[in-house]
T-cell receptor, first 109, second 115 residues
């Protein structure tokens, strides 16, 4: 699977937007971009996925660069419950995610 | 989406024994997966559990150590055999669901400690 690069950690204040970046410069044409998050002491939770176009759902928005070499997960208003490890994953045309280290998001009240 | 439950939620086991972890899904799914998450680490895929055939194991994982059963489309078990302290981890099952099966849903995990 193609590799992704994410910052180890990011911090945000409650009720502010959060932009979590992900670089995937070796992405192939069939790779979907997936985001999962893992809250403390829980299993990972699906957040969103996309291929080329930006995507929105009730949890977040996914902005995909035109060349697809990077993407950004956008949490529109961070809450304390959004504190988690966020994983950006390329699926390589399959639906079996390979998890990297992810970004640990800290949300300050 | 899919709702997944696992049993047990946690266990403390002695070296050399085996533990079987159960995974139950609230709907029929084709693909079920087993992951391991060692302390402070990310998730590592152990195997894909196929209904009606043998599981497909990832590099570094073997059937003798991690036998898997998949008797139907809603249930699977993972056994951790002949345990050692290095097997202390969280074990998670997941399923592929959603449109195009590009969404994975995870169980809450089984926290295993081997003494």
């Amino acid at each position: 699977d193609a590799k992704t690069t994410q910052p180890n950690s990011m911090e945000s204040n409650e009720e502010e937007p959060v932009h979590l970046p992900c670089n995937h410069s070796t992405i192939s044409g069939t790779d979907y971009i997936h985001w999962y998050r893992q809250l403390p002491s829980q299993g990972p939770e699906y957040v969103i996925h996309g291929l080329t176009s930006n995507v929105n759902n009730r949890m977040a928005s996914l902005a995909i660069a035109e060349d697809r070499k990077s993407s950004t997960l956008i949490l529109h208003r961070a809450t304390l419950r959004d504190a988690a490890v966020y994983y950006c994953i390329l699926s390589g045309g399959s639906y079996i995610p390979t998890f990297g280290r992810g970004t640990s998001l800290i949300v300050h009240p | 989406s899919a709702v997944i439950s696992q049993k047990p939620s946690r266990d403390i086991c002695q070296r050399g024994t085996s533990l079987t972890i159960q995974c139950q899904v609230d709907s029929q799914v084709t693909m079920m997966f087993w992951y391991r998450q060692q302390p402070g680490q990310s998730l590592t895929l152990i195997a894909t559990a196929n209904q009606g055939s043998e599981a497909t194991y990832e590099s570094g994982f073997v059937i003798d150590k991690f036998p898997i059963s998949r008797p139907n489309l809603t249930f699977s078990t993972l056994t951790v055999s002949n345990m050692s302290p290095e097997d202390s981890s969280i074990y998670l099952c997941s399923v592929a669901a959603g449109q195009g099966r590009y969404e994975q849903y995870f169980g809450p995990g089984t926290r295993l400690t081997v003494t």
